[in-house]
């Protein structure tokens, strides 16, 4: 591997293992993985750009759309990796969970922007009040956010994650 893309793969681990985030358990990265995360996928689209044959390249560029939340472009990235090593049965798999997941983000329809907002919501009235275990929070804030038409589709996107109350919307989606 030549060095400069270790040296994007050793950012994009930075940013990985600051993200907080489980294998295809995303969430909105954390504030602090985001800087590596972007400098990452700057780097590995500029080098795929010079190297477009190269499927390792290919692989992390595609996780470093994944853990930004755009799944669009990791599983293009992920599709032209595949194309360069057919031979590479892990990358099939990846891309058959990868399509799963991109499904389950698509039904939730909400920006990185959007989520870190509900969070901050949520860690705000939850720290003040605490869960009663419904919804009530997260229905407030999409009251008050540009998603309130499409309410009841979060809200089962939302519970389709694992969001029942606004404590495992925080846990589960968002934090």
């Given at each position: 591997?030549?060095?400069?893309?270790?040296?994007?793969?050793?950012?994009?681990?930075?940013?990985?293992?600051?993200?907080?985030?489980?294998?295809?358990?995303?969430?909105?990265?954390?504030?602090?993985?985001?800087?590596?995360?972007?400098?990452?996928?700057?780097?590995?689209?500029?080098?795929?750009?010079?190297?477009?044959?190269?499927?390792?390249?290919?692989?992390?560029?595609?996780?470093?759309?994944?853990?930004?939340?755009?799944?669009?472009?990791a599983l293009t990235a992920l599709r032209n990796a595949l194309f360069l090593d057919k031979k590479d049965k892990k990358l099939l798999k990846r891309l058959a969970l990868l399509k799963e997941y991109a499904g389950k983000w698509q039904e939730l329809d909400m920006t990185s922007e959007q989520l870190q907002s509900l969070e901050i919501?949520?860690?705000?009235?939850?720290?003040?009040?605490?869960?009663?275990?419904?919804?009530?929070?997260?229905?407030?804030?999409?009251?008050?956010?540009?998603?309130?038409?499409?309410?009841?589709?979060?809200?089962?996107?939302?519970?389709?994650?694992?969001?029942?109350?606004?404590?495992?919307?925080?846990?589960?989606?968002?934090?």
């Open positions: 591997m030549d060095e400069c893309l270790l040296e994007l793969q050793n950012e994009l681990i930075k940013g990985q293992k600051l993200a907080m985030q489980g294998f295809y358990q995303r969430r909105a990265p954390s504030k602090k993985a985001i800087p590596h995360l972007l400098a990452a996928r700057k780097g590995l689209k500029e080098y795929v750009k010079q190297y477009s044959n190269d499927a390792l390249a290919c692989q992390l560029l595609s996780q470093s759309e994944e853990y930004l939340l755009n799944y669009n472009a919501y949520l860690q705000e009235k939850l720290e003040v009040y605490g869960c009663d275990h419904t919804l009530v929070y997260t229905r407030e804030w999409l009251d008050i956010s540009t998603l309130h038409n499409k309410k009841s589709k979060v809200v089962k996107a939302l519970q389709n994650q694992g969001g029942f109350c606004d404590c495992e919307v925080l846990m589960n989606v968002v934090d």
